[in-house]
């Protein structure tokens, strides 16, 4: 098991930027992928940023390329989504996830473990 505790999120301009840290917990210390959804009211949970175990992948949704980059850094069993260029599309509730070891999935139902979540709202 590993927990997950998601943390950085609040309100912010358009045009702004927040990072998003993921604290883990339990688990291996870096034998997990790491994913980033957000879910928006109304919404299905989108996938937004995936990264490999070591670091050395990275996988991100068409709408948040080149403004949001996932990092992780294995030695703080911290993953990070730094946002930046945000509009009022990126409104949403912020999770992280894991799954063992193979990177890149895309759909919820494929990671194993989850955050509760950190709320992103971007004011016009």
């Known amino acids: 098991q590993v927990q997950l505790v998601e943390s950085g999120g609040g309100l912010v301009q358009a045009g702004g930027s927040l990072r998003l840290s993921c604290a883990t917990s339990?688990?291996?210390?870096?034998?997990?992928?790491m994913g980033w959804f957000r879910q928006a009211p109304g919404k299905e949970r989108e996938f937004v940023a995936a990264i490999s175990w070591s670091g050395g992948e990275t996988f991100y949704v068409d709408s948040v390329k080149g403004r949001f980059t996932i990092s992780r850094d294995n030695a703080k069993k911290t993953v990070y989504l730094q946002m930046r260029s945000l509009t009022p599309e990126d409104t949403a509730l912020y999770y992280c996830a894991a799954r063992p070891r193979i990177a890149g999935a895309r759909a919820p139902d494929e990671y194993d473990f989850w955050g509760q979540g950190t709320q992103v709202t971007v004011a016009s």
């Open positions: 339990g688990g291996t210390r870096n034998g997990y992928a």
